[in-house]
């Protein structure tokens, strides 16, 4: 039997931590403690903290591409488009 490499689990919180740039790690720890004491004292909680670690193991993922934070601060401050002409566009594009 050969050794293969293994590779961390993208939900596992210390794999998200690690990922994370430094700016994300505070609210990350804030979230993951809260959700952690809910499922402690209820069990149906559970889920949603599996839910959480999901979706922060997208922002790891996210936030490693390059533009992310502008990308963000640009749909902030940036001029919106209306939601019809960004259908229209979406779907041409598709096509």
Known sequence: ????PVEDDPHDPQTIL???????????LRQYRQ?????????ARYQDLGRLLRRWSLVVVAASRPGYYEAIEEAKTGPGVPLGEA????????R
């Open 35 to 43: 959700a952690l004491e809910a499922a402690r004292d209820d069990m």
């Open 87 to 94: 259908l229209e566009a979406e779907l041409a594009r598709r």
């Open 1 to 4: 039997m050969s050794a293969q």
């Open 18 to 28: 690690r990922g994370l740039p430094e700016r994300e790690r505070p609210e990350f």
